[in-house]
Nanobody, 122 residues
């Protein structure tokens, strides 16, 4: 089993920045990929960014150039830096992790965090 705990959400003005963190515990050696999803009210959950154990990354088109995902394997932590935030980035952001070797853009994840709210005011 793997447990994921997110932190770093909050309220920020448009144009501002936040850094979200996701600390993994448990059988972390088995993890292949970690990702960040978001879900706004009335919308489907969206894959924002993902990173594999080897460091390959992928981003949603809507966040390319603004968000950066990274991981610290020694600390079993994955981060996403959110820059140039827009009101449409407002959502609950979820950290996820998977063991399975699937394409990096896959939405199939095995473990989920509880979510952290990001609110961007205009």
């Amino acid at each position: 089993q793997v447990q994921l705990v997110e932190s770093g959400g909050g309220l920020v003005q448009a144009g501002g920045s936040l850094r979200l963190s996701c600390a993994a515990s448990g059988r972390t050696f088995s993890l292949y990929a970690m990702g960040w999803f978001r879900q706004a009210p009335g919308k489907q959950r969206e894959l924002v960014a993902a990173i594999t154990r080897g460091g390959s990354t992928t981003y949603a088109d809507s966040v390319k150039g603004r968000f950066t995902i990274s991981r610290d394997n020694a600390r079993n932590t994955v981060y996403v830096q959110l820059n140039s935030l827009k009101p449409e980035d407002t959502a609950v952001y979820y950290c996820a992790a998977r063991i399975r070797w699937l394409p990096i853009g896959s939405y199939e994840y095995d473990y989920w965090g509880q979510g952290t709210q990001v609110t961007v005011s205009s």
